[in-house]
């Protein structure tokens, strides 16, 4: 699975909460990534370089969290065109709505793929990612197949035991 590798970046170490569960769930799936903080707002030269060498880093998706004002996710795909995939972290003042807004309406010719705010769209951006790279892997789809499966198992049980 050499060159497959997937940045998980995020704004802050406060993000991490959240975006550990993508890393979990890249880790589960046997995806190889990265965890990173870096903020547009400050860290601005470490973010271009970032994105300007992402392809050659060897970064096939970039998963980006951030919190507020989130142009991590935006400012990363201005300067790559690995496809970046931007997680809304939610927010003690405006519950994440903020970071919604702020990631999903890009102008057109510079695409994030958003997710849903906080958990869920944390796990939904690994496995998003690792979808992606199954185009042309056909072991992470394999895995990915494999986590549907328990997933369904799970939840097939979880209904079950209502009737005990
Ligand atoms: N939205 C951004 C950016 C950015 O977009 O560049 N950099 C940091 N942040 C966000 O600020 C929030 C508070 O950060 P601190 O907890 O470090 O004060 C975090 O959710 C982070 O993602």
Redesign the pocket.
């Known amino acids: 699975m050499i060159g497959l590798l997937v940045a998980v970046v ?6 991490w909460p959240v975006m550990k569960l993508a890393a979990n769930v890249l880790t589960e799936l046997d995806i190889p990534h990265k965890n990173t903080v ?6 601005p030269d470490e ?1 271009a370089q970032f994105g300007k060498t992402a392809r050659s880093q060897g970064y096939s998706v970039i998963i980006a ?9 935006g ?1 990363l795909a201005a300067n790559t065109t690995v496809p970046v995939i931007g997680v809304p ?1 939610k ?1 003690r003042t405006l519950s994440g709505i903020d ?1 919604l807004l ?1 990631i999903v309406q890009m102008p057109a010719g510079v695409p994030v793929g958003t997710t849903a705010i906080g958990d869920a769209g944390a796990t939904n951006a690994a496995l998003y990612a690792a979808e992606m790279l199954a185009i042309t892997d056909a072991t992470v789809a394999a895995k990915l197949d494999t986590y549907r499966a328990a997933q369904t198992q799970k939840a097939r049980e979880s209904g079950a035991s209502l009737h005990e």
């Open positions: 995020m704004g802050s170490t406060s993000d870096i903020s547009a707002h400050r860290m973010l969290g951030a919190g507020g004002a989130a142009h991590l996710p400012m972290v927010t970071s702020s």
